[in-house]
């Protein structure tokens, strides 16, 4: 089976053309609500609103990055990213990975978008959708790539308003590891995205923060008061200190074709899949 070709960048419908109800699966076909079930599904201030209430990981990362704390936060993060060789080479190590195919994809999705920070390093002609759970952030997209509006949802990363091969390519960059269900993340992303295309994951190795200072001396108190400092609250401190996960059997069982490649000196970690099925 061969992949099917890309689209050409100069099919852009609007995410309500794209989306499905996330009750009943059926096309809304750019309608506010779903005709069949009832379910409503509206686009305000040019973001489409498909979701539902939000529990576990979710619930709190969505408060984190709605509060004052990411905005402490992100300076820590971008000098993070300074260490690894400056802001475009890591996230190149990771968009790379999108570049280049045949067929190359003019229509992807972003889950995790963000403020819209790696847009600026992907082609201009291709057509970029996004996603984020913090409407925040959305918000702050818009501002900074006004071309976004009407193509953003706030949505949950296990439940995607799309119907199945709706994008060329999907990618989800420093959000996967606190999702609530990776499970769900990763067969969502491959769902959506057309056979052959490529997806794409990456984040910190989980259980870097057994690296602290506080975990090398027994003192793991000392490692949730520094993180606080940085701007992290207490519940996503406690969610970061308590969270681990099998990255190995989880993509054994999930994406068993998928490759994974080391990235920011170790200290992080790259996923791609390109299956057909």
């Known amino acids: 089976m061969n992949p099917s070709p890309a689209r050409s960048p100069a099919a852009a419908p609007s995410i309500e053309d794209l989306a499905r109800c996330l009750s009943c699966g059926v096309p809304l076909d750019g309608e506010p609500r779903c005709a069949h079930c009832g379910r409503a599904c509206a686009v305000r201030d040019g973001i489409l609103e498909a ?47 999108l570049l280049g195919r045949e067929g190359t994809p003019a229509r992807g999705l972003e889950v995790g978008i963000g403020s819209g920070e790696n847009l600026a390093f992907l082609p201009a002609d291709w057509t970029i959708y996004g996603v984020d759970i913090a409407r925040t952030q959305l918000e702050a997209s818009l501002r900074r790539h006004p071309r976004l509006t009407g193509r953003v949802a706030w949505a949950e990363a296990e439940n995607l308003p799309f119907a199945d091969a709706t994008f060329d390519a999907s990618w989800s960059i420093g959000g996967f590891n606190y999702y609530s269900d990776h499970e769900a993340a990763l067969r969502e992303l491959r769902r959506v995205t057309r056979p052959g295309g490529p997806v794409v994951v990456a984040d910190e190795v989980p259980g870097l923060h057994r690296a602290g200072l506080g975990h090398l001396i027994g003192v793991p108190s000392f490692d949730a008061w520094w993180l606080r400092k940085l701007g992290l609250d207490r519940e996503f401190v406690t969610m970061v200190l308590e969270f681990d996960v099998d990255l190995e059997e989880l993509t054994s069982r999930v994406w068993p074709q998928a490759a994974r490649h080391r990235i920011w000196h170790g200290l992080g970690y790259c996923l791609v899949d390109t299956s057909i099925s």
């Not at 979701?51 to 709190?60: D, E, T, Y």
């Not at 820590?76 to 968009?95: C, N, T």
């Open 51 to 97: 979701i539902g209430p939000r529990s576990g990981r979710n619930r709190i990362v969505e408060a984190f990055y709605d509060g004052p704390g990411w905005i402490k936060f992100r300076r820590w993060e971008q000098g993070f990213l300074m260490l690894q060789g400056g802001v475009r080479k890591a996230r190149m190590e990771i968009l790379r990975h």
